[in-house]
């Protein structure tokens, strides 16, 4: 009985393609836009423009973060790090929602104490604001869709921006109902539209980096169906310990123990195997143990296995495939 493993060699740059001017681009527009916000969000009494600058301010982290993921994930495993640190993106992912989620309750409760007891808002402060936050978030919303958005943190960092620029429609919006109508209450409903956004990117980014901390298959491949995939094999018998997770956002991998019938040749299926996961699911950093199945052996490899044992009713006790030299 033979075991065979197989082990791409390739990289694994998760957010090595992502460009660094670009991001540091926005990143600059952002800070820069924030900081006016503030100044004019406290000097007009406008909560929508403190709320907004937050926001932003969350997307100036998620994109600073975003670029020290793509220097470290960049640098080659060492040690006992033997994926190196492709995972921080996922840190700073998480890090980033969790942020936008404190933000956000606090942000909704603001608005509803504001919305009892509004106080005045200088609405043509906020209107110009917001009109010019529009023009800014376009602009970095240009610049970093031109990056690589692979990266859980450079497409958090996208998103972010995207629903900022609908913020500031809302803030812009609020400011105009304030300048004609003076019902300052306007403010306080645009800064619930800004956290309800907020709370949508948070909860997004927490549910994503949250699965791949946890190992879980990514989204769009699911386990049960994979393991019947493989077991339609010519020549495969059974599947067990069957594993499907990402290392980090973009970067699939999977390990199984297939067991395949006797007298076939182990190389030759675990070749075909491989070409399914990479040609059907995109899985090209696989890991495979290759076993021949005989009587009492089937139950010892099963005894302990992790999850579903996958078994091919058609490939047990059939012989060797004359397509399949045997050894």
Known sequence: MTAESHDHGH???????????????ALALIVGFMVAEVVVGLAAGSLALITDAAHMLTDAIAIVL???????????????????????????????????????????????????DPPEVKGALVLITGVVGIVVNLLATWLISKANRSSLNVEGAFQHILNDLFAFIATAIAGLV?????????DAIAALVVAALMLK??????????????????ARIDPQALGAELCAVEGVVEVHDLHVWEITSGEPAASAHILVAQGLDCHQIRVK?????????????????????????????????HGTVHRSVTAAGRGPDPAIPSH
């Open 66 to 116: 975003a670029l020290i993921a793509i220097r470290l994930a960049a640098r080659p495993p060492a040690g006992g790090f033997t994926y190196g640190f492709k995972r921080v993106e996922i840190l700073s992912a998480q890090a980033n929602g969790i942020t936008l989620l404190l933000l956000a309750a606090y942000f909704v409760y603001e608005a509803i104490r504001r919305m009892i």
């Open 201 to 218: 990117a948070g909860i997004s980014l927490v549910r994503d980096s949250g699965r791949i901390f946890l190992e879980a298959a990514p």
């Open 11 to 25: 990289g694994h740059g998760v957010s090595a393609e992502a460009d660094r001017k670009l991001l540091s681009g």
């Open 273 to 305: 195997v491989e070409a399914l996961l990479a040609e059907r699911h995109q899985l090209t950093h696989s890991t495979l143990q290759v076993d021949h199945a005989s009587g009492n052996d089937r139950d010892a490899h099963c005894s302990d296995a």
């Open 178 to 186: 304030v300048l004609l109508t003076g019902f300052a209450r306007a």
